[in-house]
């Protein structure tokens, strides 16, 4: 993956929005990441979950169990699980309604997509789940469809994080409910060196020898540290229509959970 810099000038970026130029810790054009992350996940997509195990040392499930309960999916819901990925959020959604519940997965990449729908199949659903490819920044649904608007992992793959924000405000009928898991980099002070050393020295190497793909996780440890502290993302869904934002630092704020509401 090449280097892009663009001249301060010709940036299309808005300062509110500062992540928009930053593909981990490289400074690119903000009209270009979205095809960078693409090939990321699209190179990763066969290895995504076993990656995932290893990285996390299998923490991941119980994190996602976490939000599956704060989510509280009930039979007749919409779901919708944007950045979903390989599904892991909308089997567990699928689970817990006993597939009594409109589930739709839509994530930019068809890879990851596909690698969901034989994980799914694997797990005998065949049925229940919507595979959608679409960019979190220009949901193709209508507004007011959701009751509960998830993002796992994903929002701080998007280049303009305050146009999802939006666009999950838009689609959430009142009284619906965003939630976004992240990676924090606000991780308490006692853990920080340690978890940066591992981000920026392990998780790179870990890629490097399963996926085969050294530079996509050297971009996903980085885009780790690049996003917005809690309270600042929390600030960010307020100005974006997600009121009452609160979030739950997990594992001592390696994993967060941000709740808001569409009122
Ligand atoms: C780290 S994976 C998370 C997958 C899944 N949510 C999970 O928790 O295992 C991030 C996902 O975000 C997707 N993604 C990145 N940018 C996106 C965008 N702008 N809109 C929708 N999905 C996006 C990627 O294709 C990838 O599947």
């Known amino acids: ?6 001249p301060a000038s010709k940036r299309k970026t808005p300062a509110a929005n500062p992540e928009a130029e930053w593909f981990g810790f490289r400074r690119v054009n903000p009209d270009e990441k ?5 090939d990321v996940f699209a190179s990763v997509a066969g290895n995504y979950d076993v990656m995932n195990d290893l990285m996390s040392g299998g923490l991941h499930r119980l994190w996602k169990d976490t939000l599956v309960r704060k989510m509280n999916p009930k039979p007749g819901q919409t779901l919708l699980d ?3 990925g390989t599904g892991d959020i ?5 689970r817990r309604t006993a597939g009594r519940a409109n ?5 930019i990449n068809p890879a990851m997509l596909a690698a969901g729908k034989a994980k799914a199949i694997d797990h005998g659903v065949m049925s229940g789940l919507t595979w959608v490819t679409g960019n979190a920044e220009a949901l193709p649904f209508p507004d007011r469809s959701v009751d509960t608007y998830s993002i796992a992992f994903g929002l701080r793959n998007v280049t303009h994080i305050d146009q999802a924000l939006r666009e999950a405000a838009r689609v959430l009928r009142p009284g619906g409910r965003f939630f976004c898991m992240e990676f924090s980099p606000g991780v308490t002070p006692a853990l920080k060196p340690l978890y940066e050393t591992y981000c920026l020295n392990v998780l790179p190497v870990l890629g490097q020898f399963v996926a085969k793909d050294r530079n996509a996780y050297q971009y996903l440890a980085e885009s780790i540290l690049k996003f917005p502290p809690q309270a600042q993302l929390a600030a960010r869904m307020e100005k974006a229509g997600l009121e ?7 594992t001592g704020g390696i994993a967060v959970i941000h709740e808001g509401w569409r009122l």
Do not use: E, F, Q, S
């Open 103 to 107: 589930i739709i997965i839509c994530d």
């Open 90 to 94: 909308a089997l567990r959604c699928y």
């Open 82 to 84: 944007v950045a979903g």
């Open 1 to 6: 993956m090449g280097r892009i810099t663009v």
């Open 244 to 250: 009452r934002a609160k979030w739950t630092n997990l």
């Open 34 to 38: 979205a095809g960078l992350v693409r």
